[in-house]
Nanobody, 124 residues
Framework: QVQLVESGGGLVQAGGSLTLSCTAS????????MAWFRQAPGKEREFVAS??????AYPSSVKGRFTISRDNAKNTVWLQMNSLKSEDTAVYHC???????????????????WGPGTQVTVSS
């Protein structure tokens, strides 16, 4: 079974940038869509970005600041985060869509193979 592992998190000042990576081990990227989610303390897990044959999608909270990309040959998904804000502080997870046809779902229950996450802390 494919295992996903995230890296690249850290402490950054507001306005700064970070690039997160998600690498698959034990298999290859075969899912039609990959996504990033985040979870802040005391809050529900939140959709951040997805990438599929339909392109990339983002919620309004990160659109224009975050960019998701994918290289299937490298079994890696990236999340470039710019203009970071304190409200971006969270644990970031990548996940693979579990279905056959991706139609744009942002529900975390439609994704699996969750990685352990990487902490992003933005200081104001």
């Amino acid at each position: 079974q494919v295992q996903l592992v995230e890296s690249g998190g850290g402490l950054v000042q507001a306005g700064g940038s970070l690039t997160l990576s998600c690498t698959a081990s034990g298999g290859t990227f075969s899912s039609p869509a990959m996504a990033w989610f985040r979870q802040a303390p005391g809050k529900e897990r939140e959709f951040v970005a997805s990438i599929s044959g339909r392109g990339a999608a983002y919620p309004s909270s990160v659109k224009g600041r975050f960019t998701i990309s994918r290289d299937n040959a490298k079994n890696t998904v990236w999340l470039q985060m710019n203009s970071l804000k304190s409200e971006d502080t969270a644990v970031y997870h990548c996940a693979a869509f579990q279905g056959t046809y991706y139609t744009g779902s942002v529900r975390d229950t439609d994704f699996g193979s969750w990685g352990p996450g990487t902490q992003v802390t933005v200081s104001s």
